[in-house]
């Protein structure tokens, strides 16, 4: 563990949990950012906290989520999402821009993701008040640029569907006219589709497109 003022930095997801889980049990504001559901709070060694917070009553707790569009083009994700969102009163929204894992305790503290080294995670807890202030407003920024998850989901639905299909047909550079016909659409149609792919993913071009979706795993 290493400590600055007011940021200590710690290792790994247990010694995380050890020095902040006392602090989920009381807060009634939990802002969260990630691109992914693997986050530290999902994960086994925090397993306990996420069971804290789940015997929470809702009108005890408010919970604000942002996650990246790519997650939902993982249909089991997007269940995932869902459920958070009915059983946990959780608000989603969805953003395409790429964001840092981040969680937002009652304004007060921040927890940052940082790089992965020996095999641990590091994590920046931060109590220096202009900081937190700072991190909660492009939190706050981020909130209000982003879509309700329900909104988003319908929106993804038949993006979602052909996803696989039309990543393949891009990584093997099959041309336009020749996607289309092999997906029943119009060159049009198919055109907006990829498109609209590759805003979900965050992408400006079909490159970085199949780059992202290698990294999630979609292809």
């Known amino acids: 563990m290493q400590t600055g003022e007011a ?18 049990t009381s807060a009634t504001d939990v802002a969260c950012a990630a691109n992914d559901l693997s986050t530290w709070a999902r994960t086994q060694a925090s397993g306990e ?3 804290m917070i789940r015997t929470r009553h809702p ?6 989520k942002v996650y990246r569009s790519a997650l939902l083009l993982d249909p089991v994700a997007a269940q995932r999402l869902a ?8 608000q989603i929204r969805i953003t395409s ?12 503290l921040v927890i940052l993701a940082g790089d992965v080294s020996a095999g641990r995670r590091s994590y920046s807890v931060i109590t220096q008040r202009e900081a937190v202030q700072g991190v909660t407003s492009l939190f706050d920024a981020a909130w209000r640029s982003a879509i309700d998850l329900a909104v988003y989901d319908t929106r993804i639905a038949e993006i979602r569907q052909l996803a ?3 990543l393949d047909l891009l990584s093997q550079g099959v041309k336009d006219e020749a996607a289309a ?3 029943g659409l119009g060159v049009r149609t198919y055109r907006r589709r990829v498109a609209e792919l590759m805003d979900a993913l965050g992408a400006g071009s079909r490159f970085q497109a199949g780059v992202r ?3 999630l795993g979609l292809v």
Do not use: C, K
């Open 213 to 215: 979706a290698r990294e």
């Open 181 to 183: 016909r092999t997906l």
């Open 7 to 24: 940021v200590t930095i710690v290792r790994g997801e247990q010694e995380l949990m050890e020095r902040t889980a006392h602090l989920f």
């Open 49 to 51: 906290l996420a069971e």
């Open 164 to 166: 696989p299909q039309v």
């Open 59 to 64: 009108s005890d707790i408010r919970i604000r």
């Open 83 to 90: 459920r958070d969102r009915d059983r946990h009163g959780a």
């Open 97 to 108: 821009e790429e964001i840092n894992e981040t969680i937002i305790l009652d304004r007060r």
